[in-house]
């Protein structure tokens, strides 16, 4: 058309739409057929750009439709104007009219541009199966079909479903589609049924051969199909209708299919509505497959990582502890954060919260490598610097195949005298929220990440904390993301732990740290631990000095048995005398100076002989012809009566324990 809106050219579509003689088209004016159309144009022109407005149309049949024209400016052409004498044309008009509904299926190239080029790739780009399932759907109806579904086969959505049932292959309901309100449609085909279909039935043949399957159902298709189904409704449903079935086939073979249906209003399905469905299908085939993977994939790593976090923690009974954890988006739902809470001998537990730098698997798998060796090392009862050091050593070993790095906080507190050791390797430091005091931050000695290396120890701070204390642990995704500075996060958790905190529920301090931090856009997985530090009860253990001297063993089995006595504990004495004579005599014979021996009944009864050698006793194995036949007797004597045993070692020496069962 002209600049003046004067129309030059139009197609077919165009003298249907909008005329009901085409010989009145040439050198109409467009705002004269559809009013308001001469701004657009103008619009366009002047900024040489093309404008859209939507505006409505009467059709020739006295109807007025809601149109989407869009003006695209021209430039070029023949200097002379067209053939003919006429002007040259300055712009294109496109106007776009929903098509009504009895004639929608009736022109193949609409058809075939709304399957296969307006919404189909913006749907391929969705990794979630099931949101793909019912976009697939939205696409098929209404501009293909009245009615559909989408089934893929179990085996192909759960690697754990066999590929084949009894009564033949297991299919589940991804989606469902239909064009008009009928509730029967929901009722008769639910979204996520499993099912199997009968033999002989058009679904299980495309199932078979993995062709496309075109049945004319009439009224007696429609109700043998509701008789084989034992589903009266689908008779009054599916009456008359024609039935295309479109195979989803990828190289792990037939996913499953789509199922479209015509009613008796409009064209049947035939052959050329059977190639645009199959390149549908086939379009699709290749989206399936990518989100099934990635679902597959994806739970498989989920199941990795719930599969290497803790399901319990335990601690002594005055401490209370609480953790969350929670992945990161829902690109990014695996990551190598952790945490735990590992009960130690003599009322003592280790606190540990680490973070693998990165995502994905390889970062759960190195976490999950971390998380063993902390048990190991909290086993072996080493002081929380020297566990962190051979965590250090851990990773650089793994970092010889492939770099990896992690942070890591380690904190061990002794429940009788309330002690803690605290070491961090790159960590973020521990929160401390003592009663009626102001919470802080410890200031922990600064050591780089294990697996970065570096000649900087990792150093261990010791000090007391009161009763009713909150120690938190936490990983660096609640303090910082790409939005908030990690000044401005920490600020906010110290606020949160601020007065009063401390005789808050756990759980509600966990709530309180994560509200306004964690949602959707959310890039990195947290994990935290907090726990209410606390001592034992004074009466529940006992402590005394003894003289480096064999008359020391004597009064220590008589402490004991009187100990026992008050704790109602008399199935022990014997059993229990015996252990701490085996303990305090090999103090006395190998370590030299005082002797402090502690009774314990936490979890356990647990007996602990201190004394100022830093060397581990073990246990010797004789032969019978071995002169130093009666050396070493004692720890098997210890590890025949005792649950079980160690050593530990203290700033001043070692600590050997042994723990019996409380009846």
Not at 286 to 303: K, N, P
Not at 529 to 538: E, G, S, T
Request: with cysteine; charged share 25%.
């Amino acid at each position: 058309m002209e600049s003046s809106g004067r129309i030059l050219q139009f197609d077919r579509n165009a003298a249907a739409v909008l005329a009901r003689n085409a010989d009145d088209l040439p050198g109409a004016y467009l705002d004269e057929l559809i009013p308001g159309a001469r701004e657009p144009l103008l619009e366009a022109l002047k900024a040489g750009r093309e404008r859209t407005a939507m505006l409505a149309v009467e059709t020739p049949a006295g109807g007025t439709l809601d149109a989407v024209v869009t003006v695209h400016p021209m430039s070029g052409g023949a200097p002379a104007g067209l053939p003919g004498g006429a002007p040259e044309p300055a712009a294109l008009a496109v106007i776009r009219v929903p098509v009504p509904l009895a004639d929608r299926f009736v022109d193949p190239a609409v058809i075939r541009r709304a399957l296969l080029d307006d919404a189909l790739p913006r749907i391929g780009s969705t990794l979630d199966l099931e949101l793909l399932a019912r976009g697939l759907m939205d696409v098929l109806v209404p501009h293909f079909c009245n009615s559909g579904a989408l089934l893929l086969a179990e085996s192909h959505i759960d690697a754990d479903e066999p590929p084949e049932g009894p009564d033949g292959p297991q299919l589940r309901r991804m989606a469902i589609g239909f064009d008009d309100e009928d509730p029967a449609w929901d009722a008769t085909f639910p979204t996520g049924e499993s099912l199997v279909y009968p033999p002989g039935t058009p679904h299980a043949l495309c199932l078979e051969s993995g062709e496309p399957v075109l049945r004319a159902l009439g009224g007696e298709g429609a109700a043998r199909l509701a008789g084989a189904w034992r589903r009266p409704p689908v008779a009054d449903l599916l009456k008359g209708a024609s039935m295309l079935l479109l195979p989803i086939v990828s190289s792990a073979g037939v996913l499953g299919f789509f199922v479209c249906s015509r009613n008796l209003a409009h064209r049947p399905f035939d052959a050329y509505d059977v190639e645009i469905g199959m390149e549908f299908a086939n379009r699709a085939s290749i989206f399936v497959e990518s989100a099934r993977q990635y679902s597959r994939e994806r739970a498989t790593a989920l199941t990795l990582q719930r599969s290497l976090l803790p399901t319990g923690l335990s601690a002594p009974s005055p401490v209370e502890v609480h953790h969350r954890y929670l992945p990161g988006s829902r690109r990014i739902e695996v990551g190598g954060d952790w945490y735990e809470s590992i009960a130690l001998p003599g009322a003592r537990v280790a606190l540990v919260v680490g973070d693998v730098a990165g995502h994905g698997v390889k970062a759960a798998v190195t976490m999950g490598r971390l998380r063993t060796a902390i048990h190991t090392l909290a086993g072996l009862e080493l002081p929380p610097a020297e566990a962190l050091e051979r965590l250090d050593s851990l990773m650089a070993t793994l970092g010889e195949r492939e770099p990896h790095f992690a942070t890591c906080a380690y904190v061990v507190y002794d429940a009788v005298s309330g002690r803690c050791e605290v070491a961090s390797a790159g960590h973020l430091p521990p929160l401390l929220a003592p009663p009626g005091a102001a919470s802080e931050y410890l200031p922990v000695p600064p050591a780089p990440p294990l697996g970065v290396g570096g000649d900087t120890p990792i150093a261990t701070r010791e000090f007391t904390v009161e009763d009713g204390t909150l120690l938190f642990l936490y990983t660096d995704g609640l303090v910082e993301n790409r939005t908030r500075d990690i000044d401005d996060g920490l600020a906010r958790l110290l606020g949160t732990f601020g007065p009063g905190a401390a005789a808050r529920p756990l759980e509600d301090l966990c709530q309180a740290a994560l509200d306004g931090v964690y949602d959707d856009q959310h890039r990195d997985d947290i994990a935290m631990l907090v726990a209410r530090l606390a001592r034992i009860p004074a009466d529940h253990h006992a402590t005394w000095e003894l003289p480096a001297e064999p008359a020391a063993v004597r009064r220590a089995r008589g402490l004991v048995r009187d100990r026992l006595a008050r704790w109602d504990l008399d199935e022990l004495t014997h059993s229990t005398m015996l252990l701490v004579s085996e303990l305090v005599t090999n103090a006395i014979q190998h370590a030299g100076g005082r002797v402090t021996l502690r009774v314990v009944r936490e979890g356990g009864l647990v007996c602990e002989v201190f004394d100022s050698s830093d060397g581990a006793p073990r246990v010797r194995l004789h032969d019978e012809d071995d002169d130093m036949l009666e050396s070493g007797r004692g720890l098997h004597v210890v590890r025949r009566l005792a649950r079980r045993w160690g050593v530990r070692r203290t700033a001043g020496g070692k600590v050997v324990w042994c723990e019996q069962e409380l009846p």
